[in-house]
């Protein structure tokens, strides 16, 4: 059975994300605040050019959302992404899913889910930005709502059941390379050939080699070996 994360670590995972991947891409205006509270939520609803983008899958979200929130149908996090092949190689497919929910290449988006879904949430919130929300090419931003739909609701804010929608328009995505971190670049992070700090976003079993989920456990080394709990 898959062990949960504790909050702290996930929150922790979530902040570092969203860290890593606006480094280097500084914008002006309303990208400037990634992470954002009930307040500026509730300020935001039903204004022209957001949209509220509730990550969950569609059952959770026919069960209760924040008003005029859309859904994907399915969890965002695997509607975004092909498994097999990553995300960053069904682009086409991507922007169609996009473009047919409503959300072009010009709007703002706040991405929300359950509090204690921080990984899908965190992969929707990345993948919009692989594709070039919040940077200079592109017009749209992307924001990550603090808490999910559990903070609204602490917030007083009402759920509905009635499905939205937004009319179908066009997304058509400018991938920014720099949020990628290839396994190449990685590997050459790891063997110090490229100076840069890889942060490991598992669980402590996991990076210490007591509860493996890959072929080998452990983390990698300078030295371009995996390490078990006894070697760290």
Known sequence: MRRRQSHA??????????????????????ASGLVVDSRFVSDKLDKPGWVMLDVRSGEEYRGGHIPGSINLGNV????LRDPTHRAYTIIPAIEKSLGDAGIGDDKH?????????????AVAFWILEFLGCN????????????GGIEQWEASGGKLIVEESSLP???????????RLATSEEVLRVAKRQTKAVLIDARTDAEYHGSDIRA?????????????GAEEL
């Not at 570092?16 to 606006?22: C, G, Q």
């Not at 965002?76 to 509607?79: G, I, W």
């Not at 991405?111 to 949430?121: I, Q, R, S």
């Open 9 to 30: 670590q996930k929150i922790f995972f979530t902040l570092t994300l969203v860290l890593l991947v606006y480094t280097g891409n500084a914008v002006s205006g309303e």
């Open 76 to 79: 965002a996090a695997n509607v």
């Open 109 to 121: 988006i706040i991405v929300y889910g359950d509090a204690e879904d921080v990984y899908d949430n």
């Open 135 to 146: 940077s200079p090419q592109l017009s749209c931003t992307v924001h990550y709502y603090d």
């Open 168 to 178: 179908k328009t066009q997304f058509k995505a400018h991938v920014v390379a720099s």
């Open 215 to 227: 072929l080998r456990g452990g983390a990698y080394s300078w030295r371009g070996e995996h390490q």
